[in-house]
């Protein structure tokens, strides 16, 4: 079942032209088309579902730079900043806070790599602080379970999913950008190699730039055009109880995580653990995204069953006149895990017991896409003047996407980029570089 997601105003009336046309309103989409339309470009934003219809309404809403590959530093203080500006900018709240994180553990292979990242965290003036066994038994107190230690990640916070794609969206169309659901983009029309329009479900846009912020379905759009953009879903599955007990604003143990609404209620969930589909995009892909599988295979189930032939990682070819596969699947909304939502509440409620009998309030599943190093493409595509990507949020795009949004709103308008964008190009994966996995 869809977890719940702020609803806004669409735009019926489809324009000729734009100077960019985004495709896909989750976070991504959404920030990128607020940072266009607010330098003054005219901007379509067309949406298959509706605005934040898939990750971006399914995640915990952390916005981190604790533990972060050094590639994504950068922009991550980058998008701290947008969304502490976003409130100001748009009138409306997308629920961020700094509310600092919390993390322990009693691991000791799991505090170590916390206090390596240390080094990462001082080049980039990253606020955290580790916790003795005392300070994380007094922050995080669980039954049973003695710290060996724990991370206050200080200047980090947390956003609402379920209202800050939409209200970002609402942003963008304050600058002047038109919001069009249930409208599928199918393809682009090309003129000597160069995009000249996108293919609606709803009619022809006009355009010589397009970005394409489709999340999981990404790869599929650009497949059509000869753009080879390794990407691979794993399926994930959180819940939503009613509002409860105050147990804290963003907490991580190894058994579970806790993130508070504005409600009062909390998102739960287990991290890490996910089912990796067999998909005919994932065989393709397979030997890009083996350094990573590797490294996680110990969190990760195989699985198989109807993404093999449905969704964005199917086979698939059809023609733009015809519906395209993504409006075939307008939400990718796949069954939330029984198994993993007893777990959760098992393992809440024994490490919480003020959490007995708390109430589930929904359940959801979700694809999160991921890169073979799990960072992010934010890159022109080489062969098709005009096209660019940003996708690969890799299971913590949420927090990182307003910066993004950003970036690929500077390489769109060809203006100075707000960061280096060489660690997030697409031909990273195609001209031989060594695939360093970064942190999830
Ligand atoms: C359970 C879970 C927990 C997570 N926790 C965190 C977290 O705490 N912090 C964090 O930073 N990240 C987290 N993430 C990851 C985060 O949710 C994603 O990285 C991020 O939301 C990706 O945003 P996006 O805009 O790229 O993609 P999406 O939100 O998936 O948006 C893509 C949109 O494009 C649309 N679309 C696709 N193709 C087309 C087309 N052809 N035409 C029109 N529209 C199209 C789709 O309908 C969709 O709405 C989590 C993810 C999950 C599932």
């Given at each position: 079942?869809?977890?719940?997601?702020?609803?806004?105003?669409?735009?019926?009336?489809?324009?000729?032209?734009?100077?960019?046309?985004?495709?896909?309103?989750?976070?991504?989409?959404?920030?990128?088309?607020?940072?266009?339309?607010?330098?003054?470009?005219?901007?379509?934003?067309?949406?298959?579902?509706?605005?934040?219809?898939?990750?971006?309404?399914?995640?915990?809403?952390?916005?981190?730079q604790?533990?972060r590959?050094?590639r994504e530093l950068p922009l991550s203080g980058v998008a701290l900043?947008?969304?502490?500006?976003?409130?100001?900018?748009?009138?409306?709240?997308?629920?961020?806070?700094?509310?600092?994180?919390?993390?322990?553990?009693?691991?000791?292979?799991?505090?170590?790599?916390?206090?390596?990242?240390?080094?990462?965290?001082?080049?980039?003036?990253?606020?955290?602080?580790?916790?003795?066994?005392?300070?994380?038994?007094?922050?995080?107190?669980?039954?049973?379970?003695?710290?060996?230690?724990?991370?206050?990640?200080?200047?980090?916070?947390?956003?609402?999913?379920?209202?800050?794609?939409?209200?970002?969206?609402?942003?963008?169309?304050?600058?002047?950008?038109?919001?069009?659901?249930?409208?599928?983009?199918?393809?682009?029309?090309?003129?000597?190699?160069?995009?000249?329009?996108?293919?609606?479900?709803?009619?022809?846009?006009?355009?010589?730039?397009?970005?394409?912020?489709?999340?999981?379905?990404?790869?599929?759009?650009?497949?059509?055009?000869?753009?080879?953009?390794?990407?691979?879903?794993?399926?994930?599955?959180?819940?939503?109880?009613?509002?409860?007990?105050?147990?804290?604003?963003?907490?991580?143990?190894?058994?579970?995580?806790?993130?508070?609404?504005?409600?009062?209620?909390?998102?739960?969930?287990?991290?890490?653990?996910?089912?990796?589909?067999?998909?005919?995009?994932?065989?393709?892909?397979?030997?890009?995204?083996?350094?990573?599988?590797?490294?996680?295979?110990?969190?990760?189930?195989?699985?198989?069953?109807?993404?093999?032939?449905?969704?964005?990682?199917?086979?698939?070819?059809?023609?733009?006149?015809?519906?395209?596969?993504?409006?075939?699947?307008?939400?990718?909304?796949?069954?939330?895990?029984?198994?993993?939502?007893?777990?959760?509440?098992?393992?809440?409620?024994?490490?919480?017991?003020?959490?007995?009998?708390?109430?589930?309030?929904?359940?959801?599943?979700?694809?999160?896409?991921?890169?073979?190093?799990?960072v992010p493409?934010i890159?022109?595509?080489?062969?098709?003047?005009?096209?660019?990507?940003?996708?690969?949020?890799?299971?913590?795009?949420?927090?990182l996407?307003p910066g993004i949004?950003r970036l690929?709103?500077?390489?769109?308008?060809?203006?100075?980029p707000c960061v280096d964008p060489?660690p997030f190009?697409?031909?990273?994966?195609?001209?031989?570089?060594?695939?360093?996995?970064?942190?999830?």
């Amino acid at each position: 079942m869809s977890p719940l997601v702020k609803r806004i105003q669409n735009d019926q009336e489809l324009p000729a032209k734009a100077d960019v046309v985004v495709i896909g309103g989750g976070i991504v989409g959404a920030s990128a088309a607020f940072f266009l339309a607010e330098r003054g470009l005219s901007v379509a934003l067309v949406e298959k579902g509706h605005v934040g219809c898939e990750q971006s309404s399914r995640n915990w809403g952390w916005c981190r730079q604790q533990n972060r590959d050094a590639r994504e530093l950068p922009l991550s203080g980058v998008a701290l900043q947008l969304w502490d500006e976003f409130a100001g900018k748009i009138g409306e709240d997308t629920g961020f806070r700094r509310c600092g994180l919390l993390y322990a553990t009693d691991s000791p292979q799991q505090l170590a790599e916390w206090e390596k990242w240390r080094d990462t965290a001082r080049q980039f003036n990253v606020n955290t602080k580790m916790l003795s066994p005392r300070q994380a038994e007094a922050t995080i107190p669980a039954n049973g379970r003695r710290w060996l230690g724990g991370v206050h990640s200080i200047d980090d916070g947390k956003a609402e999913p379920a209202i800050a794609a939409p209200t970002i969206a609402n942003g963008a169309r304050r600058f002047g950008a038109t919001i069009h659901q249930e409208c599928a983009a199918r393809g682009l029309d090309l003129a000597n190699g160069a995009v000249a329009g996108v293919i609606t479900e709803k009619g022809l846009i006009r355009t010589q730039a397009v970005l394409c912020a489709g999340g999981a379905w990404t790869s599929l759009f650009c497949r059509q055009y000869g753009v080879r953009f390794p990407q691979a879903s794993v399926r994930q599955t959180a819940l939503r109880t009613r509002p409860t007990a105050d147990l804290g604003e963003a907490i991580y143990t190894p058994e579970c995580s806790l993130t508070r609404r504005l409600d009062g209620s909390y998102t739960l969930a287990i991290s890490g653990r996910a089912t990796l589909d067999i998909t005919p995009q994932g065989l393709r892909y397979a030997r890009w995204f083996m350094p990573m599988f590797l490294k996680r295979l110990k969190s990760v189930q195989i699985g198989i069953g109807k993404s093999f032939f449905h969704g964005p990682e199917a086979f698939g070819s059809w023609n733009s006149d015809k519906p395209s596969p993504f409006e075939r699947t307008r939400v990718l909304d796949p069954a939330p895990s029984r198994r993993t939502i007893a777990a959760i509440l098992d393992r809440v409620t024994k490490q919480f017991p003020a959490m007995a009998g708390v109430e589930v309030a929904d359940s959801w599943g979700a694809y999160v896409d991921c890169t073979p190093d799990a960072v992010p493409v934010i890159s022109a595509a080489d062969d098709v003047k005009g096209l660019y990507l940003a996708a690969g949020g890799s299971g913590h795009g949420f927090g990182l996407g307003p910066g993004i949004g950003r970036l690929a709103a500077d390489l769109v308008a060809n203006d100075p980029p707000c960061v280096d964008p060489t660690p997030f190009r697409l031909s990273r994966f195609l001209d031989g570089s060594r695939v360093k996995v970064g942190a999830i």
